[in-house]
């Protein structure tokens, strides 16, 4: 398994941008996904995470300003972010385990700033 993020940046406070990540591997699909973030000098956490079928949840903090989504045919989720802050900044890394296994993209770097 395969997994390639994009779209980080750097984007102004209240700006949005949408990540994508791309999985190669046809137990893709079936199998839950995971956007993690890390900023410096902190732990890997949880942003938002998606079933197979759809359903999704999300850390409180990007509650109600993030939406995760995925596009089977295309094998590849998305995390639409909106209001940034910048307290969202840091490396995105999209997840998927498999069976037991952790696999982790290189992820993208996402920076909030005036």
């Known amino acids: 398994v395969q997994l390639v993020e994009s779209g980080g940046g750097l984007v102004q406070p209240g700006g949005s941008l949408r990540l994508s990540c791309a999985a190669s591997?046809?137990?893709?699909?079936?199998?839950?996904m995971g956007w993690y973030r890390q900023a410096p000098g902190k732990q890997r956490e949880l942003v938002a995470r998606i079933t197979s079928g759809g359903s999704s949840n999300y850390a409180d903090s990007v509650k109600g300003r993030f939406t995760v989504s995925r596009e089977k045919p295309k094998n590849t989720v998305y995390l639409q972010m909106n209001s940034l802050k910048p307290e969202d900044t840091g490396v995105y890394y999209c997840?998927?385990?498999?069976?037991?296994?952790?696999?982790w993209g290189q992820g993208t770097q996402v920076t909030v700033s005036s």
């Open positions: 997840n998927q385990k498999i069976y037991g296994v952790d696999y």
């Open positions: 591997g046809s137990i893709f699909n079936i199998l839950p």
